[in-house]
């Protein structure tokens, strides 16, 4: 299945999609959109070294109730059947997610962005603002030596941005064990019977 917006978005069934999203304004106009001589991967990492340095823009995420209610909308949709959640860290101004989507991703991020705008936009007073930039980047997962790193790309971005000394010591992160041991990815990684013993690709 593709989906044409700004980029063009590829999603081929049963495997692992790499997602990230910022907030509305996180990059400044004058470095948005990103430049269209990069490929994909280049683009993706273009915007996210920039909004992991961005001094300027909204951080809404770093308010706990915001963080919280991202996290917690995550494991709502997994547990909705929308997907299998993995790895994820919520940053000051952007999100990065590995999901398994069971329902259309186009279809998942609707519905999740929409929540998470109207329920953060609601703890924040700011009805009616946008919150999320509508364009995302997203990339399947080829292989299992992709997908591990990946997580290592996700799970150290707290550090890399300089939020946490060490990964696990992020709180809105999937390395922190308070959330760690509910991800299907994890039972897959350590050989533990269930359901999602075969997603791994």
Known sequence: MISRRRLPHIYPENTWLFLPWHLYGGLPSARYPVPHNL???????????SLDVARTGPTLLKVETVARLVVDSLFKGAEMGHYRLGPFAIMANHVHVLLWPLVPPSVL???????????????LNRTGEPLWQRESYDRWVRDAH????????????????????????????????????????????HGTPGACATLLP
């Open 39 to 49: 490929s994909a991967g280049e683009a993706f990492v273009w915007m996210d070294r």
């Open 146 to 189: 992709e997908f591990r790193r990946i997580t290592a790309y996700i799970e150290n971005s707290p550090v890399k941005a300089g939020l946490a000394g060490r990964a696990e010591d992020y709180a809105w992160s999937s390395a922190n064990p308070a959330w760690g041991e509910k991800l299907c990815s994890r039972e897959c990684e």
């Open 109 to 123: 991020l609707k519905s999740l962005k929409g929540y998470t705008a109207r329920e953060a936009n609601r703890l």
